[in-house]
């Protein structure tokens, strides 16, 4: 007697993937890859290449040769760059918590609601970062000129003899206030957008509690916005170390004050372009590079870490 057996059944195969899931998987990437390849042109390329010149130097026999990291031992043991990096350090700790400073209580000012004519005030502040680094410079170096300029003019017409601002002692503040002028309404913008999304919850719960306006600055507004003063202050030692233009455009005004290394990025300049030592100011701007990295990075860990 035969025993029937029921027909084996085949196991089941996996379904095909759609046909356009492949298709959109690559969507994505059609997206961003104009911006990968920008960035990558503009960006990690001349770091690359910068890396690669800093490895090199040319001699006066054989011609461009390998050195590996002689550049930024010479680097590590000149004195004209960290004389030039201790000047732009003293910039930031003075010329930097000033304009910070003052952008944060305009910025107070105008979130108050007590300020007459808000918009007015707000757009002239901010209206100073429009004009460019170059022709703002210009003004105010014209403006500081004794011999020429508005000091001059004061000192002819009321018989004074006020300093000269281009002098040697002064001209780093002179730079200084040219900067603070240029950049404090983009940071008053950077702090009145943060305060400008605090809940109102919090001012109907203090007002409830009796806090005065001081006690609500100081509990609620400034916490809020520490976000915004962190990317701030961040910004502003990103842009003290990278100081260029307003030292080069003054010097040829001041020359016995600003000197071809007065800060790293002009030195780093002056190296490759008056110098003819490519390889060895790329090195310069690598170090500055990561001196300005690791100082960044510990402001932010500093200014984001709970409780400080």
Known sequence: MTTLHPPATAEPRPAPPPVGRDRRSWTGWGFIGPFVAVFALVFLAPIVYSV???????????GTGFVGFDNYRQTLQDERFWAALGRVSLFLCVQVPIMLGIALLVALALD???????????????LPYAVPAVVATLMWGFMYGTRFGLVGDVN????????????PGLVLASIGNIVTWEFVGYNM??????LRVIPHSLYEAAEIDGAGQIRVITAIKLPAIRGALVIATIFSIIGSFQLFNEPSVLQKLAPNAITTDYTPNYYTYSLSFSGQQHNYSATVAIVMGLITMVIAYVVQLRGMRKGV
């Not at 009321?158 to 281009?166: E, I, T």
């Open 112 to 126: 108050s609601g007590r300020l007459y004519g808000k918009s007015f005030f707000r757009i002239s502040i901010f």
């Open 156 to 167: 002819e017409a009321f018989g004074l003899s006020l300093p000269d601002p281009l002098s």
């Open 189 to 194: 913008l950077i702090f009145y957008a943060a």
């Open 52 to 62: 690669y010149l800093s490895l090199f130097r040319d001699q006066l026999i054989g």
